[in-house]
């Protein structure tokens, strides 16, 4: 008996949710390993780059202590940071203003990271994110490189899939182009044997409808984050950043 489009949604799911997110988490724990880290003292030590990567459009007032090269677009969204950076401390007092108005929106806890933080509350996203800006682990133009970024790829491909099926057809090629994003990524840290088991047991679960519809939502959850812009700058700001007399570098 054939699987139903149902079921083949499902064990695309399982691959990416379960396995793909466990790829990443171990990636950036054999570099942080390698490393001698930490990674609370990884998201420390980058913190200022960490927090343009949401707030792209302007300086802060630790930028008076190095500058950092801001992406042209957000990379992060509040809702990211606030797993990253302790953002609930207080406020730091400004230093940066133009014409006597506050223009940082620095309002972290002089950017400490999270002090529980785990590499395993991080999703696919947040791990590219750390891997691809502060890690030399993945160059660019390497295979494992764009193994990542195919695996976020499928990710966003099934998550289209209509009413949460996939097709016989495409349930082949889906699971193949998965399975070798992800045995790519565990030959970087050495365990692809272990990742070839996992896979395998992935294919022998069971379907389970209430599972399938808790990987579906966190999968739809991630993708949301990636095209939605989060207004949560205030007003105040935005017009001190982009007045006639100022400047956006």
Request: aromatic share 10%.
């Amino acid at each position: 008996m054939n699987p139903s489009p149902r079921d083949n949604f499902y064990r695309c799911m399982t691959l990416i949710v379960d396995n793909g997110n466990e790829a990443a988490w171990d990636l950036l724990d054999y570099y942080l390993s390698n490393q001698g880290t930490t990674l609370k003292d990884f998201i420390e030590n980058n913190q200022h780059e960490i927090y343009h990567l949401c707030y792209n459009y302007g300086g802060c007032c630790r930028c008076k202590y190095g500058t950092v090269n801001k992406p042209k677009s957000r990379i992060l969204y509040q809702s990211q940071l606030d797993i990253l950076l302790d953002t609930k401390g207080s406020n730091i007092p400004c230093t940066v203003h133009i014409r006597a108005k506050p223009t940082c929106s620095h309002t972290v806890n002089d950017h400490f990271a999270n002090p529980n933080i785990v590499t395993k509350q991080l999703d696919l996203t947040l791990c590219r994110c750390l891997l691809f800006n502060f890690t030399n682990i993945l160059p660019q133009g390497s295979v494992e490189r764009n193994a990542f970024e195919d695996l976020i790829n499928m990710r966003n491909k099934c998550c289209h899939a209509a009413k949460g099926e996939i097709s016989s057809k495409d349930y082949q090629t889906y699971k193949a182009q998965i399975e070798q994003c992800l045995l790519s990524l565990a030959q970087v840290y050495g365990k692809t044997k272990a990742m070839q088991l996992k896979i395998k047991d992935s294919e022998k679960r069971p379907f389970d409808e209430s599972i399938c519809k808790q990987l579906q939502q966190t999968i739809l959850q991630e993708q949301v984050l990636q095209v939605t812009y989060v207004n949560f700058i205030d007003s105040h700001v935005l017009l001190s950043f982009f007045s006639p007399d100022s400047k956006v570098k």
